[in-house]
């Protein structure tokens, strides 16, 4: 199934800022654009704002002032719905209610006849709810772009249930010519990266309702270590937190109240003081003109260690030890996987507390570090202590991870930390997706990365990482907080027998 041709004309139904930057890819890939808008000379005033925004690019150098007249001669405002006609594509970008699209787009059946592909922008309604107003159905597909259109790279192409294959696989195809990076996804709430990414904002809301660190160490941490842009909770203030919130919530009901969408608390307290984050200048942090960015918490400087035992292998954090090698002297020997400084076991986190691994392994002395996204490159490391360990066991494992150059960041003994439950946690929800059918694996990592600008999808993070340390960790959330929320999906569980059972046969070959 081939994209549309790039004569053939392409309409968008509304003129917001969604709109025209829709408008703009389209045309900028050499499409005659028609836009619409029931507010007069909204259209007119979208592609002055386009003009505004291709001159800049053009005082940049990112493109030529022929180029910049081109993109604009083929930009053109309709002024009744009507002057659509004769369109290919029909994008609607307008406001997110259910009877408003249905009645826009039974009208556009009409007017641009039944081969046109009606086309919705929406992020949260149901495309087979839209559709199911329509006569064709089948030309129904959700196109939903992310903000600023023109900048991001992600298109989720959603089916709904009456959805033509053909139309899909065109839409697709078109959104790629456009420069795009579509994934194909089924109407199902939150389509991919609305589902997957919860988990992001979920597990920090979760850390500071339990006081395990304060907004910014999560963010340090998440950014830091986990090589995220920003921390989950400096961008809910930037998103606002009142949007974040009711997205949460309407997922929540959606899925019919399932415990690992159920909103927090703190959050829901934010929006009650109307401390909505960047756009009312406080949401987690202020934003005043005299406003001071607080600091994550970071141990102070501590003594560097002697002589460090490395007793087996450390799976995940393997690569630590290249790091470390060079900074201190290491031994290694058999063991059951940790660092051992001055009689102190440091080891990577699987998802138990602190304190009950230190009282199952019979020692007090533990202190747990964090998943990074590399250890060689981390600049900052999340540690936790049992409730037994002494004050000279986390200035031993404070001193170990300075000395190969690491900001560390105390944070209270919870399960799986804080980069390393995130992980997981987005992970399975990327293989619950699969397993419902929303998408495949390469379209949830894809839509992570190129939609929300994740530094590695969640199902080749967790791949990497290896599925049975992911089944573990999650298992052992699970086993401490005694809820669903954190309740492994059947994907993950048949994948990881399915790994390790492979594994074993190949060890059995050699």
């Known amino acids: 199934m081939q994209a549309l041709d790039s004569k053939q004309v392409i309409a968008v139904i509304g003129a917001g800022t969604m709109g025209a930057g829709i408008a703009q890819v389209a045309a900028q890939r050499g499409h005659p654009v028609r836009i619409f808008d029931l507010a007069e000379g909204a259209a007119a005033k979208a592609i002055d704002s386009i003009g505004e925004q291709l001159a800049h690019r053009v005082s940049r150098g ?18 009744e719905l009507d002057a659509v006609a004769g369109s290919a594509l029909v994008i609607e970008a307008i406001a997110e209610r259910l009877d408003v699209k249905q009645s826009v787009f039974q009208r556009l059946e009409i007017i641009c006849g039944p081969d046109c592909i009606l086309a919705t922008n929406t992020s949260s ?25 023109p900048v991001m790279q992600l298109v989720e192409v959603v089916s709904g249930l009456a959805t033509s294959k053909d139309v899909a696989q065109r839409t697709y195809e078109t959104a790629a010519a456009w420069g795009k ?5 089924r109407s199902t709430p939150g389509f991919i990266v609305n589902r997957v990414a919860r988990p992001f904002y979920a597990e920090a809301l979760r850390l500071l309702q339990e006081q395990v660190a304060e907004p910014a160490t999560v963010d340090a941490v998440m950014r830091e270590a986990g090589g995220f842009r920003m ?51 406080r949401g ?53 996987g940790y660092i051992e400084v001055d009689g102190v076991r440091i080891a990577l986190s699987d998802g138990r507390t602190a304190t009950a691994r230190a009282t ?26 049992a409730d037994q360990a002494s004050d ?35 992970a399975n929800e990327g293989f619950e997706a699969t397993h419902h059918g929303v998408c495949s694996a390469a379209a949830v990592d894809e839509a992570m990365c190129y939609g929300t600008n994740y530094p590695r999808g969640p199902i080749a993070w967790a791949q990497q990482l290896g599925l049975a340390y992911i089944l573990r960790v999650l298992e052992n959330l699970q086993a401490a907080y005694g809820e669903d929320r954190y309740r492994p999906v059947l994907k993950l569980r048949r994948l990881s027998a399915s790994t390790l059972r492979d594994t074993q046969s190949e060890a059995a070959r050699v």
């Open 360 to 385: 199952a392994e019979g020692v007090d002395d533990l202190v747990l570090f964090d998943l990074t996204l590399d250890y060689a490159a981390a600049t900052r490391i999340a540690l936790s202590a």
């Open 181 to 185: 990076k579509p994934v194909l996804a």
């Open 231 to 281: 921390g989950p909770l400096e961008l809910t203030d930037l998103i606002g937190q009142d949007v974040n919130a009711a997205v949460t919530r309407s997922m929540f009901e959606a899925y019919h109240y399932d415990p690992r969408y159920k909103p927090s608390l703190i959050q829901e307290e934010l929006v009650s003081a109307q401390r909505l984050g960047r756009k009312n200048g």
């Open 125 to 149: 309604l149901s495309v087979t709810a839209i559709a199911a107003a329509l006569g064709h159905p089948e030309q129904m597909v959700g196109m939903h772009f992310f903000n600023p259109a």
């Open 284 to 336: 987690f942090y202020d934003y005043g003109e005299d406003a001071t960015r607080p600091e994550p918490e970071t141990a102070a400087s501590a003594p560097k260690p002697g002589q460090v035992l490395v007793r087996g292998a450390l799976g995940p954090a393997a690569a630590l030890l290249e790091r470390l090698q060079g900074c201190v002297e290491m031994e290694r020997t058999e063991g059951t």
């Open 62 to 79: 990112k493109i030529s002032t022929e180029e910049c007249a081109a993109v604009l001669a083929r930009l053109s405002p309709a002024a």
């Open 392 to 426: 000279t066991a986390c200035r031993a494992a404070t001193g170990l991870f300075q000395a190969a150059g690491f900001a560390v960041s105390w944070v209270d003994d919870a399960p799986a930390l804080v980069l390393l439950r995130t992980v997981a946690m987005l």
